[in-house]
């Protein structure tokens, strides 16, 4: 907040000193913004002079959707990455350095958040996933999923919303605005309920939502050009795999079929590389790591990273240490 107030400040004297038209309270300044709102990595782009930018977070364009409590005594430290969580009764970290918060404390640190959101608990596929990974997924009071911190219980909505608001902070800190509407992209198979707890968590992180729009639609958007005619979208992510038919008409675009697996994604190939190194482990050196939470954190991290490396290269090389 000091740091977002200290480059308002900046930037009005800047504008004082070239003569320019400053911002004030009676004139107030709105940007928009897509937000690309992912399982493990979300983005947000700002809409400037009708050319949209993709804002780079923490070193890179994506800002991780994981979510972590911290220590009182290091959120000075860290407070350009935390997040007030209501329910905690202090700031959580959310990014990058949740995300490294994964080698010590797995068991505390939240992401996929955008699987269970609008789910109940007793949902199959929510009970698949609580046997797949390291936090706790918990029965809501109104039989909804939640996850579990510290012992105390969240909603994914409140998780979604730090999410939304580590993403508007970056927005603010790259360049200050009074008021952010924002379209978020969904998949395209996201219930009506879904669609309302992105919503509820968007307005809690104060975002003025001016649309959801579906994922394929967002990415036709996306091309610089659009002809005419059938445009086929496949859609890959951590969490799901979409593929989808959509017929473009001028400035229409329709989802003419569709057709999704919301449990298969690029998740289920880090697995698959996963099982493989712990299969080699085990036949050239007759060790069993599964038991080693620690072991199989680095080796899951560093499976992720050989498919992220293999999108470019024929061949990677794994050194775990």
Not at 5 to 13: E, F, G, N
Not at 215 to 242: C, H, N, Q
């Amino acid at each position: 907040m000091h740091l977002r107030l200290l480059k308002a400040k900046a930037l009005l004297l800047r504008d004082n000193i070239r003569g320019c038209t400053t911002l004030s309270t009676a004139l107030p300044k709105v940007v928009t913004v897509g937000i690309d709102f992912g399982c493990k990595n979300s983005r947000v782009a700002i809409i400037d002079s009708l050319v949209p930018e993709v804002i780079d977070s923490e070193g890179g364009h994506s800002t991780p959707s994981y979510v972590t409590s911290i220590e009182p005594e290091t959120s000075e430290r860290y407070a350009w990455a935390l997040q007030r969580l209501e329910g905690l009764g202090k700031c959580v970290a959310v990014g990058e350095l949740a995300k490294r918060r994964m080698s010590r404390q797995p068991s505390d640190v939240v992401l996929n958040i955008k699987k269970l959101i609008g789910k109940q608990f007793d949902d199959c596929w929510v009970q698949g996933m609580r046997k797949r990974v390291h936090f706790s997924i918990v029965e809501g009071g109104r039989g909804e999923a939640c996850v579990q911190i510290h012992g105390v219980r969240f909603s994914p909505v409140e998780i979604a919303s730090v999410i939304f608001a580590k993403l508007k902070d970056v927005v603010l800190m790259y360049q200050f605005h009074h008021e952010l509407k924002a379209v978020i992209s969904v998949p395209i198979f996201f219930s009506e309920q879904q669609r309302e707890a992105i919503l509820l968590a968007a307005n809690k992180a104060g975002l003025t939502v001016l649309q959801l729009i579906d994922e394929p639609t967002a990415a036709a958007l996306s091309r610089a050009t659009i002809k005419e005619g059938t445009i086929v979208v496949f859609d890959m992510g951590a969490g799901s795999y979409t593929v989808s038919v959509l017929g473009v008409s001028g400035t229409n675009i329709e989802v003419k079929s569709q057709s999704a697996d919301p449990i298969v994604g690029g998740d289920q190939f880090d697995d698959i590389v996963l099982y493989y190194f712990i299969t080699q482990i085990r036949n050239f050196h007759q060790v069993d790591i599964r038991s080693d939470k620690y072991a199989m954190m680095l080796l899951a991290e560093a499976a992720e990273q050989a498919k992220v490396e293999l999108s470019t290269q024929h061949e990677v090389t794994i050194s775990v240490s």
